[in-house]
């Protein structure tokens, strides 16, 4: 191959790839790299409940997390109340991030942004 044709294969490609982002950008949402990541809610097996923003390297995972905690609340007709809690504060130990089994998510949905959770994780 001579090298006035591989130069106009590359330029080619490259045009290729130029006019490919411009058109998903165009088309698209573009790219926002400000964005902040969303948050889900990943339903365990045994009945956990975790909200987190999902990671998937090395294994999946959940960073920031929170759960669901029962709190005693005299002011409730049932005696108690649901509080979404962060899960370094409701355990014995520092989690920022939690490594989950695949084999044991019953679902996983995203949250809501105008959900009474994340205004919840939001007032932390």
């Known amino acids: 191959m001579s090298v006035k044709r591989t130069i106009i294969i590359v330029l080619v490609f490259l045009v290729a790839v130029a006019f490919g982002g411009i058109l998903t950008i165009y088309l698209g949402q573009g790219f926002d790299f400000a964005k902040e990541e969303p948050y889900y809610a ?7 409940l975790y909200f987190g923003k999902m990671t998937r390297f090395p294994k999946f995972g959940l960073e920031e997390v929170y759960i669901v905690q029962s709190v005693s609340d005299p002011t409730s007709p049932l005696g108690s109340s649901l509080r979404v809690t962060p899960l ?3 355990t014995i130990w520092k989690a920022d991030k939690i490594e989950l ?24």
């Open 88 to 90: 370094d504060q409701a």
């Open 42 to 48: 990943v339903q365990m097996e045994n009945g956990d």
């Open 101 to 124: 089994n695949d084999d044991k998510i019953i679902s996983i949905s995203k949250v809501g942004e105008g959900s009474q959770v994340m205004q919840a994780i939001k007032g932390q």
